[in-house]
C-alpha cells in the first residue's frame, strides 16, 4: 500500500469560487479537494499545466467582498477537474484558509499540526 505523500488536509468546500486565467474566468460553487497547499476545481476545461492563476474564494453570499485570494500555478487538467498549486497569499487570506482548514477537517488536531509545521504556502 503506498502511503499518503499529501503535506495538507484535504477537505471539500461549497462557496462560491472563481479561477482567473488571464483574461478567463471559470466560476465554481464546490471546492471539491481544498487544502493549505491547492486544490481540486470541477472545471472542464483543457488548461494548460505550468499556468499562472488566481483563485477567489467568496466567504458567504456570491456577492460579498470578504474574500480569500490565492495566487497558484495549474498543475494539471484532465476529466473535468483542474488541479492548482497554490504559491503566494496575502496574511489575512493565510488566517481565513487556516480557518476554512480547522472547521472543515475531520481532524482539527492534525490541521493544527500541519499549520505548525508549515505556517505559509510552500
Known amino acids: 500500500m503506498e ?6 488536509t484535504r477537505f471539500t468546500l461549497n462557496m462560491n469560487s472563481t479561477l482567473y486565467i488571464g483574461n478567463v474566468s471559470y ?3 464546490t471546492i471539491t479537494n481544498l487544502s493549505i497547499g491547492g486544490c481540486l476545481l470541477p472545471i ?15 466567504l458567504g453570499m456570491p456577492e460579498s467582498e470578504v474574500s480569500i485570494k490565492i495566487e497558484g500555478i495549474i498543475i494539471r487538467s484532465e476529466h473535468g477537474d483542474v488541479a492548482v498549486k497554490f504559491t503566494g497569499i496575502d496574511p489575512d487570506s493565510l488566517f481565513h484558509l487556516q480557518m476554512l ?12 499540526e500541519e499549520i505548525k509545521k508549515h505556517p505559509g504556502i510552500i
Open 101 to 112: 482548514a480547522r472547521y472543515n477537517s475531520h481532524d482539527t488536531e492534525k490541521v493544527e
Open 44 to 58: 472542464h476545461a483543457d488548461l494548460e499545466s505550468g499556468a499562472p492563476c488566481s483563485l477567489t474564494i467568496r
Open 3 to 8: 502511503s499518503d505523500k499529501r503535506r495538507f
Open 27 to 29: 466560476n465554481v460553487d
